[in-house]
């Protein structure tokens, strides 16, 4: 039984240790209409949007974010100015200026993507953020013909291998695992728009 209890801790332990690789979601970019960038999180996260811009894996960056402090400017407006100043054109940013949660960058980024008509999209943020967005930007798009990638900006706040030695490691970790059934929740009752329900008809 002692040896029993022992291995039962052991694998409770490493199963611990592997969530971080598990909030890790970062899939092969492939072409895809638009970049979705989302916003709350480091400067990488632009970066790494930019850069799969300039490899032509996106014709148009869509950049959502609110303003949640009472900031001068919305997340998505600092986030254009930083893509401005990496040599992206004005005329190929998109801004919601609204979201204030990751459940919001979804719905807000479906119906930007709808009104324009593409049909596919990767969709970038912060490593530690990543199991979170693939779930709720999967729920959310469930009824729609739009094909998602998911592709992770690497943070310097998070090892996603090694998370557990940082306090800041531990408080990602808590805040996703604490979130995530709360967004799952949110983005399975979305509820279908006439234009989806008439999408499905067709």
């Not at 029993?4 to 072409?31: K, T």
């Not at 900031?71 to 054109?89: D, Q």
């Amino acid at each position: 039984m002692v040896v029993l209890g022992l291995l039962l801790l052991g694998g409770l332990g490493l199963g611990a240790m592997n969530v971080g690789e598990w909030l890790d979601v970062n899939q092969r970019p492939i072409p895809s209409e638009a970049i979705i960038i989302l916003g709350g999180g480091p400067p990488a996260r632009v970066t790494t949007g930019v850069s799969l811009y300039r490899h032509g894996f996106g014709h148009w960056i869509i950049l959502t974010g609110g303003d949640p402090t009472g900031a001068p400017c919305t997340e998505a407006e600092e986030m254009a100015r930083e893509a401005l100043r990496e040599g992206v054109p004005a005329s190929r940013l998109v801004l919601d200026n609204r979201a204030l949660t990751t459940y919001q960058n979804a719905v807000d980024s479906w119906d930007i993507m709808r009104r324009h008509h593409w049909r596919s999209a990767l969709v970038v943020s912060s490593n530690f953020h990543m199991r979170r967005v693939s779930i709720v930007f999967s729920l959310v798009y469930r009824h729609s013909p739009i094909r998602l990638r998911f592709i992770a900006s690497p943070d310097s706040a998070f090892h996603p291998r090694h998370w557990w030695t940082s306090l800041e490691g531990w408080r990602l970790v808590v805040t996703e695992l604490l979130l995530i059934p709360v967004n799952a929740v949110q983005g399975y009752l979305t509820p279908l728009s006439r234009h989806e329900k008439r999408e499905q008809i067709r």
